[in-house]
Nanobody, 124 residues
Framework: QVSLVESGGGSVQSGGSLKLTCVAS??????MGWFRQAPGKEREGLAA???????TYTDSVKGRFTISQANNRKTLYLQMNDLKPEDTATYHC????????????????????WGQGTQVTVSS
């Protein structure tokens, strides 16, 4: 069992930046990532780091968002720059303990655990 708590969301203007933080209750050799969900829309995988340290981003955030992980692998970050109104959503940190790849996680959002989420609102 892994519990995840996100923080760092807020309201910014278009072009602004935010840094999200996620703290896991324990490290179980899991892969971690971020996904978001806007009202009425499907979950969208954004970025992930697998247990081998490989990183994948979805195309819509490449060059704007950066995922990183603390050395203890229990804290995950998402630095978000050049935010756009279409980035408005609830952002969730997620983890999975079975073997998988970052690419698979971003494409499928197939995680076993996720946090309550933190709201990001970008105004034009």
């Amino acid at each position: 069992q892994v519990s995840l708590v996100e923080s760092g969301g807020g309201s910014v203007q278009s072009g602004g930046s935010l840094k999200l933080t996620c703290v896991a209750s324990a490290y179980r050799g899991h892969s971690m990532g971020w996904f978001r969900q806007a009202p009425g829309k499907e979950r969208e995988g954004l970025a992930a780091i697998d247990d081998s340290g490989r990183i994948t981003y979805t195309d819509s955030v490449k060059g704007r968002f950066t995922i990183s992980q603390a050395n203890n692998r229990k804290t995950l970050y998402l630095q978000m720059n050049d935010l756009k109104p279409e980035d408005t959503a609830t952002y969730h940190c997620a983890a999975v303990t079975r073997g998988t790849t970052a690419e698979h996680l971003v494409a499928t959002v197939d995680y076993g655990y996720w946090g309550q989420g933190t709201q990001v609102t970008v105004s034009s």
